[in-house]
């Protein structure tokens, strides 16, 4: 079995030539996963379980054009691995590059990744001069969403939750009969986390496949 420190030199290789699925095969199904930074980024926040971690993901290729990590300082200590680099994108609605140094922290149990943690200059990754962040958009595109598979998480969802949920704003279910597709608007992404936490194992349990969705910020001049 490989080290801890060589499976996450392999989860950087994988990201830098964009295979995320690779990237997807080294972590726990249970992993939490943490990225430090204002509520206002679409990438920052603690994400829980494989589905939401596809999150990060998702809102780092919406926002970063060309990313380019470079770790050089790894340190190892029974299960866990920190390591140090630099991280730089250019950001699509900004359009200027941005660097910032970078510490990752990886907690490892049975070779997989349960724990992981992302720290690096956020300030730099704000949103250009003049444009405020107002809430997120998420959007899904389910394979396979119809109206009897949609209407029952519905159901099942307001037995646990109020409807609309905390924090959100705007919610439609839209498109062909058999291929609808699901936009919600959320002042935070702290609220939409919570929520997520609640709607995605239901999605789950109704067969939807949902993919990851696609977080972009809304913005107000």
């Not at 030539?17 to 080294?26: K, N, Q, T, Y």
């Not at 939401?52 to 054009?65: L, P, R, S």
């Not at 969403?145 to 839209?174: D, K, M, W």
Request: charged residues 20%.
């Amino acid at each position: 079995m490989s080290s801890p420190v060589e499976i996450v030199k392999q989860m950087y290789a994988a990201f830098s030539r964009g295979d995320i699925a690779e990237v997807m095969s080294h972590i726990a199904d249970d992993v939490e996963w943490v990225a430090e930074g204002p509520a206002g980024m679409v990438f920052t926040g603690v994400r829980r379980g494989k589905v939401e971690t596809m999150g990060f993901f998702a809102a780092i290729a919406q926002e970063h054009a060309d990313p380019r990590l470079e770790m050089t300082e790894f340190v190892s200590q029974g299960d866990s691995v920190a390591s140090f680099g630099r991280y730089e994108a250019t950001l699509k609605r900004a359009g200027k590059r941005v660097n910032s140094p970078v510490a990752h922290l990886f907690k490892f149990r049975d070779g997989k990744v349960v724990h992981y943690t992302n720290m690096l200059n956020t300030a730099a990754f704000l949103a250009a001069p003049g444009a405020t962040t107002s809430g997120l958009v998420v959007s899904f595109s389910p394979a396979n969403l119809n109206g009897r598979r949609y209407a029952e998480v519905l159901q099942r969802l307001s037995q646990v939750t109020g409807i609309p949920p905390a924090g959100g704003i705007f919610h439609v279910c839209y498109g062909e009969p058999d291929r609808l597709r699901v936009l919600d608007v959320f002042d935070t992404m702290e609220n939409y986390q919570a929520f997520a936490r609640l709607l995605l194992p239901i999605v789950a349990e109704v067969g939807i496949q949902s993919g990851p969705p696609e977080i972009l910020p809304v913005h107000s001049e």
